[in-house]
């Protein structure tokens, strides 16, 4: 099938490789030329595990073709998916602005039959306004599908080729049809696809990433108290995750959650509730308790330097939001870094892959490290705020010799309580006693 992509973020780029690999042509259009050409020339825009080879290998295939005319596209396709972005905004509602002008494009472009599909996550009622401005444009019959992804950055690959479960929200037979087709690889191997309402499908994407940044806030909410009371919140995590009706994913406590989907979905979630006078209170505590939970261990490093921040350097290993990806969207380690500035604390950070992003934001207002051993050069303490492999069992011994201060403050619990001790480190963590 011939295939259309709007939009070549990390949604947008992951699915239009995924359904090249799947043996159909598609047609990846941005109004980006420099990342046009990029692509053209096998430059993936985005870091993510695995993508690189999938993506070269369908463009040598001549199944995967970039291009910024949208009417040369769309003329080749039967099938466009709309992946745009819906930035949120100041009252948290999903701007629509992107979808909508692409729509109108669409309809004024037009001139055979094409089934329209939003990938974008979008607000309940979405699919029904871009109905209706495709309509205002043409007389040419068209439909209006809603297909939520599902992807996990730095595990989208496997995400799209292996998904729990594929949601279309059609109440068109005609495009139930053309989108089963599309799918007919990932039934045949037992993967479910689930037909339902448009507003049912847009309900769902929101709903999962809401429950999950919940099941996370409750985590860390668990976590606060074990530090309280005497607790072990790692013993918690796997005596709740054995029971199948929790389950053992997104229970582990941190400093909160971040990037492009469940701070955005929230917010939007919560805003689309207070539009039709309903409150969704269990996503307002999550939210509030998130902002709190992120900066959660500047106090106590400021505690740990008898409330002093000033002049002392804090060596930051990890930038992103979360291991295996670039993405800085609401990361954490962005709020302590600037908590910590605002305090009067220098900072060198340590992320290869994420560095880039964030000299985009921060610039030299921060100093930037080539190796974590190079970071924690005469800190005087460590704070770590990525889960990178990397940091999974570090040289503690020259790491001692590199900080002023054998002090860790780990926002990722990344170490048995331990092996810090047994290394003579002061060592806080979440949810865990204090070790030093």
Same mark, same amino acid.
């Given at each position: 099938?011939?295939?259309?992509?709007?939009?070549?973020?990390?949604?947008?780029?992951?699915?239009?490789?995924?359904?090249?690999?799947?043996?159909?042509?598609?047609?990846?259009?941005?109004?980006?030329?420099?990342?046009?050409?990029?692509?053209?020339?096998?430059? &993936?825009?985005?870091?993510?595990?695995?993508?690189?080879?999938?993506?070269?290998?369908? %463009?040598?295939?001549?199944?995967?073709?970039?291009?910024?005319?949208?009417?040369?596209?769309?003329?080749?396709?039967?099938?466009?998916?709309?992946?745009?972005?819906?930035?949120?905004?100041?009252?948290?509602?999903?701007?629509?602005?992107?979808?909508?002008?692409?729509?109108?494009? %669409?309809?004024?472009?037009?001139?055979?039959?094409?089934?329209?599909?939003?990938?974008?996550?979008?607000?309940?009622?979405?699919?029904?306004?871009? /109905?209706?401005?495709?309509?205002?444009?043409?007389?040419?019959?068209?439909?209006?599908?809603?297909?939520?992804?599902?992807?996990?950055?730095?595990?989208?690959?496997?995400?799209?080729?292996?998904?729990?479960?594929?949601?279309?929200?059609?109440?068109?037979?005609?495009?139930?049809?053309?989108?089963?087709?599309?799918?007919? =690889?990932?039934?045949?191997?037992?993967? =479910?696809?689930?037909?339902?309402?448009?507003?049912?499908?847009?309900?769902?994407?929101?709903?999962?990433?809401?429950?999950?940044?919940?099941?996370?806030?409750?985590?860390? !909410?668990?976590?606060?108290?074990?530090?309280?009371?005497?607790?072990?919140?790692? $013993?918690? /995590?796997?005596?709740?995750?054995?029971? #199948?009706?929790?389950?053992?994913?997104?229970?582990?406590?941190?400093?909160?959650?971040?990037?492009?989907?469940?701070?955005?979905?929230?917010?939007?979630?919560?805003?689309?509730?207070?539009?039709?006078?309903?409150?969704?209170? %269990?996503?307002?505590?999550? !939210?509030?308790?998130? &902002?709190?939970?992120?900066?959660?261990?500047?106090?106590?490093?400021?505690?740990?330097?008898?409330?002093?921040?000033?002049?002392?350097?804090?060596?930051?290993?990890?930038?992103?939001?979360?291991?295996?990806?670039?993405?800085?969207?609401?990361?954490?380690?962005? #709020?302590?870094?600037?908590?910590?500035?605002?305090?009067?604390?220098?900072?060198?950070?340590? #992320?290869?892959?994420?560095?880039?992003?964030?000299? $985009?934001?921060?610039?030299?207002?921060?100093?930037?490290?080539?190796?974590?051993?190079?970071?924690?050069?005469?800190?005087?303490?460590?704070?770590?705020?990525?889960?990178?492999?990397?940091?999974?069992? =570090?040289?503690?011994?020259?790491?001692?010799?590199?900080?002023?201060?054998?002090?860790?403050?780990?926002? /990722?619990?990344?170490?048995?309580?331990?092996?810090? !001790?047994?290394?003579?480190?002061?060592?806080?963590?979440?949810?865990?006693?204090?070790?030093?």
């Amino acid at each position: 099938m011939n295939i259309t992509i709007v939009g070549t973020g990390y949604v947008g780029l992951v699915t239009g490789t995924t359904l090249a690999e799947l043996g159909n042509s598609v047609y990846c259009v941005d109004i980006d030329e420099k990342k046009v050409e990029g692509m053209k020339q096998g430059i &993936v825009p985005i870091y993510e595990p695995n993508l690189e080879e999938m993506f070269l290998r369908n %463009i040598q295939a001549e199944r995967l073709f970039f291009t910024t005319q949208l009417k040369e596209a769309l003329d080749k396709s039967d099938v466009i998916y709309l992946a745009l972005p819906t930035p949120p905004g100041e009252d948290g509602s999903a701007d629509l602005s992107y979808v909508l002008k692409v729509a109108n494009d %669409i309809g004024e472009m037009m001139t055979s039959y094409k089934v329209i599909v939003n990938k974008s996550t979008v607000p309940v009622g979405t699919a029904d306004k871009v /109905r209706e401005v495709i309509a205002s444009k043409t007389n040419i019959e068209f439909d209006v599908v809603s297909n939520p992804e599902f992807l996990r950055e730095g595990f989208a690959v496997e995400d799209s080729m292996n998904p729990a479960r594929v949601v279309v929200g059609s109440s068109s037979e005609k495009a139930k049809d053309v989108m089963a087709q599309i799918y007919q =690889p990932f039934t045949n191997t037992g993967i =479910p696809i689930i037909f339902m309402d448009e507003k049912s499908s847009e309900l769902t994407k929101y709903a999962s990433n809401s429950f999950l940044a919940v099941k996370i806030t409750f985590m860390n !909410e668990i976590a606060n108290y074990c530090e309280k009371i005497g607790a072990d919140v790692d $013993k918690v /995590r796997l005596g709740m995750g054995s029971d #199948d009706r929790i389950g053992q994913r997104f229970l582990f406590p941190g400093i909160g959650y971040g990037g492009s989907c469940f701070p955005k979905d929230v917010k939007a979630l919560i805003k689309s509730g207070k539009d039709e006078d309903f409150s969704f209170q %269990i996503l307002e505590a999550t !939210e509030n308790v998130n &902002v709190s939970q992120k900066v959660i261990l500047v106090s106590e490093i400021e505690k740990y330097f008898n409330g002093d921040l000033s002049g002392k350097t804090i060596a930051v290993w990890g930038l992103a939001f979360k291991a295996n990806t670039d993405d800085i969207r609401e990361a954490s380690s962005l #709020d302590n870094i600037h908590l910590l500035l605002e305090k009067g604390a220098k900072v060198v950070a340590y #992320d290869l892959i994420a560095e880039e992003n964030v000299r $985009k934001v921060l610039g030299d207002k921060i100093s930037y490290a080539k190796t974590m051993y190079e970071a924690a050069e005469n800190a005087d303490a460590l704070f770590i705020a990525t889960e990178w492999p990397e940091f999974k069992n =570090p040289n503690f011994k020259l790491l001692g010799e590199k900080l002023k201060n054998k002090a860790i403050f780990d926002g /990722r619990n990344m170490f048995p309580l331990e092996i810090p !001790e047994q290394n003579g480190f002061f060592y806080k963590s979440i949810g865990r006693k204090t070790i030093g």
